[in-house]
């Protein structure tokens, strides 16, 4: 087995940039929606501003410099080229930890938790930090062939792992991540000390038929997403090859499907833009567009559902969960803990959304130790 780990250093050619500038500007927009809300999906107006700003403002050069400022490297796993920022803590006795992000994210979602975990005010609570690309998405191979799941995603992470030197470690993850990261516990709880996840995807037990106030809310809001938000989950996971000749082609289509999730599952009162920075937001579209990863993302999701085991894994090992209220899902503790007995952290937050590591940083620092810090 060739255990080698590269350097990697993100590089996209100036004559990129200029294709993408260009696609912007040529752009044939659809008439606008009927209403003047997001009922019908991402209004024209808002989106034409969006991607005026992308073609004649927005910064990925800088971008670049930023993330290229983090450590990185590749290394190939059954097969399959693995990107990943790589973060040693300068304190001794620093807990190795894995992150995991989701669609539509990017490793970029935690550029701003580096710092607080790597060189925390109390060095007791100091993490070596690994963020891989997950299959098919930013600068990781795309998969060529079937199987990809999180189930084989998590057993690539473990092997990353064990090939930085790290034979025991944490795992932390939301959206996809925490499917990786749940599996990660339930694969490997010789190796993993304990899973951390700000998303959970689980209902009430079969037969129950009698709510509190409490499991009814969390019933609603799954109904809501179910009729009225998981139309891209299911194109995802049934048509992906399809979808992604749309979206590969288009600048301005695959913002659309990416800001349309963003303004939907954060806590933004309907505007990303406001709440996060219209920069922020392009940096993660961009990271779609030039790593042409729009359809092999989508893939992950036709993976899972050929795989349900692998969506709702039993975890044995130690787990913890922070709950934002514009996450997705909002599971209450004891349904959580039918999947995660072991559960030892649960934390409900009063603002932020399915975004932890963008939106409330500091929040999901601070559960993150106070999780671990049992544990080391």
Not at 37 to 46: A, H, I, M
Not at 53 to 70: F, G, I, K, M, P
Not at 90 to 114: K, N
Not at 327 to 335: D, V
């Amino acid at each position: 087995m060739d255990d080698a780990v590269t350097p990697f250093t993100v590089d996209v050619p100036q004559d990129a940039i200029a294709d993408l500038q260009r696609r912007l500007r040529a752009t044939r927009w659809p008439d606008p929606a009927t209403v003047d809300d997001w009922s019908q999906g991402v209004p024209l107006d808002w989106l034409r501003e969006v991607c005026r700003y992308w073609a004649e403002e927005h910064d990925w050069t800088a971008v670049q410099s930023r993330l290229n400022a983090v450590p990185q490297a590749t290394t190939v796993v059954d097969g399959l080229p693995v990107h990943f920022l790589h973060v040693r803590s300068p304190h001794e006795g620093a807990l190795p930890l894995v992150l995991t992000h989701g669609w539509p994210g990017s490793v970029l979602e935690f550029l701003d938790v580096l710092g607080p975990l790597t060189e925390p005010e109390d060095p007791r609570d100091a993490f070596s930090v690994v963020v891989p690309s997950l299959p098919g998405y930013g600068w990781s191979g795309k998969p060529t062939t079937p199987g990809w799941g999180p189930g084989r995603t998590a057993d690539a992470w473990a092997e990353v792992m064990r090939r930085l030197g790290y034979e025991r470690f944490g795992a932390q993850g939301g959206d996809i991540g925490s499917f990786v990261s749940a599996n990660l516990g339930a694969r490997h709880p010789d190796r993993v000390l304990g899973v951390h996840l700000n998303m959970v995807v689980t209902g009430p037990p079969a037969g129950q038929t009698e709510f509190d106030a409490r499991e009814q809310a969390a019933l609603d809001r799954l109904h809501a997403f179910r009729t009225e938000g998981s139309s891209y989950s299911q194109q995802h996971r049934t048509r992906p090859q399809t979808l992604g000749y749309g979206l590969t082609d288009s600048p301005a289509g695959q913002a659309a499907w990416i800001l349309e999730k963003f303004a939907a599952w954060s806590d933004c009162d309907g505007d990303p833009v406001a709440a996060l920075g219209i920069d922020r937001l392009l940096d993660d579209v961009s990271v779609y567009w030039f790593t042409g990863t729009a359809t092999s993302s989508a893939r992950m999701y036709w993976e899972m559902a050929r795989a349900p085991q692998e969506r709702e894994p039993q975890v044995s090992v130690p787990t913890g969960v922070s709950l934002f209220p514009h996450e997705i899902f909002q599971p209450t503790r004891a349904w959580v803990e039918r999947q995660l007995p072991d559960l030892r952290f649960w934390r409900e937050h009063d603002s932020g959304g399915h975004f932890a590591a963008m939106e409330r940083p500091a929040e999901l620092v601070a559960d993150v130790r106070e999780f671990f810090r049992p544990l080391r």
